[in-house]
């Protein structure tokens, strides 16, 4: 039977996993990219903010056969689970209703998302919704399309409140791109210090139209494991339909490959045009995922 082993100490965690992530870092690249990130705060020493930061790896025997962590920033505070064998994922939501930890939401791979949700709405009295399919992409020959007007450029310091605010509509307008009404989308939202360290870092990218006027931005993950992750990409409203998202997104997954990354990313299965842009530029899909979320019953 698959045994549970929860940790606090990312680096920890990654020193018994990171061969797992690193065999598959595709699939393995939000797990990866996260705890990487925490790992180098806690050695900046920077104070932790006050939600749940643990990990947990999947054994059999001395076999790592999983792996979930919750980190995530943003209410509800979703658990993000890998591919696990399926008594895995129901031990793990059974040993955190022993502990009383309370759990609303869980995103990552199916089935293993699909099974720890039920298995959580179960024991909860509760039901487990899917509130967002999502599908991995990665692209290895970018077939960019005819430029528009404009140029890309690099973000710079001067833009951190320009990316911010397009950081933090992006979910809004993903939902209504995806015609999802009610409560956002899990999201991490991002203050004006996140957006500067991102830029600092070159990773983010803004298109100008030829009026030198900002119209697009697409972002992207430094690699781990080799593989970058790319997102958000962000049009607003007046901007749309003039492709600067296939042409921003071509850019930037192309300099990933040329600097020798690997280029991934998630689009909603239920957003018609996000998937066929990254369809059109040779992205092609590698796994299903899924946003779940586990409603509880109200008052009698």
Not at 283 to 295: I, L
Request: with cysteine; proline share 8%.
């Amino acid at each position: 039977m698959p045994a549970l082993h929860f940790y606090d100490d990312p680096a920890a965690f990654l020193a018994d996993v990171e061969h797992v992530l690193a065999a598959d870092p595709v699939v393995t690249t939000v797990l990866a990219t996260v705890t990487q990130r925490v790992a180098a705060a806690d050695r900046r020493g920077e104070p932790r903010a006050d939600h749940p930061h643990w990990w947990l790896a999947v054994r059999e025997g001395d076999e790592v056969v999983g792996a979930a962590m919750r980190t995530a920033p943003f209410g509800p505070y979703p658990l993000y689970l890998l591919p696990m064998p399926e008594a895995a994922a129901r031990d793990l939501a059974r040993a955190l209703h022993a502990r009383d930890e309370e759990v609303v939401a869980a995103n990552g791979a199916l089935p293993a998302t699909e099974h720890f949700a039920d298995e959580l709405a179960r024991l909860t009295g509760g039901r487990a919704e899917v509130h967002e399919h999502m599908r991995l992409f990665e692209v290895t020959t970018v077939l960019a399309p005819p430029a528009p007007a404009g140029r890309l450029r690099v973000a710079a310091p001067a833009d951190a409140q320009l990316v911010t605010d397009w950081w933090n509509d992006f979910s809004a307008a993903a939902d209504e791109q995806a015609g999802r009404q009610g409560a956002p989308t899990m999201v991490e939202r991002i203050e004006p210090a996140d957006a500067l360290r991102r830029i600092e870092e070159r990773l983010v990218w803004l298109w100008e139209d030829e009026a030198g006027r900002v119209v697009h931005l697409t972002a992207h993950n430094p690699p781990a494991f080799g593989v970058a992750r790319v997102g958000p990409v962000y049009t607003p409203r007046d901007a749309r339909g003039h492709g600067y998202a296939s042409a921003t997104v071509a850019a930037v997954s192309q300099r990933l490959l040329d600097e020798g990354a690997r280029s991934c990313l998630f689009t909603d299965q239920a957003n018609p045009t996000s998937n066929k842009i990254y369809e059109a530029l040779g992205y092609r899909p590698v796994v299903d995922m899924a946003n779940y979320r586990v409603t509880t019953p109200g008052p009698a």
